[in-house]
């Protein structure tokens, strides 16, 4: 199987109150093969949505993973 993560919030892969990347989901990253980022369905639509997509994408690509 593919192993997954669910994330409540489209900020929340982010520490608190900072723009690092949540120290437990660092850990998985690094560790991982490559990333598939799958947001709601509303990322064609809302703004805030694409900006945070993109962002986590920033941080997975940053820790020298591919991203999909």
């Not at 690092?20 to 064609?44: N, Q, S, T």
Request: with cysteine; net charge negative.
């Amino acid at each position: 199987g593919i192993p997954c993560v669910g994330i409540g919030g489209v900020n929340s892969f982010l520490q608190s109150n900072t723009k690092a990347l949540h120290p437990d989901l660092a850990a998985i990253i690094r560790e991982a093969r490559g990333a598939y980022i799958v947001f709601d369905r509303d990322v064609l639509t809302n703004d805030r949505v694409q900006q945070a997509e993109w962002t986590l994408a920033n941080h997975v690509a940053l820790a020298g993973q591919s991203v999909h």
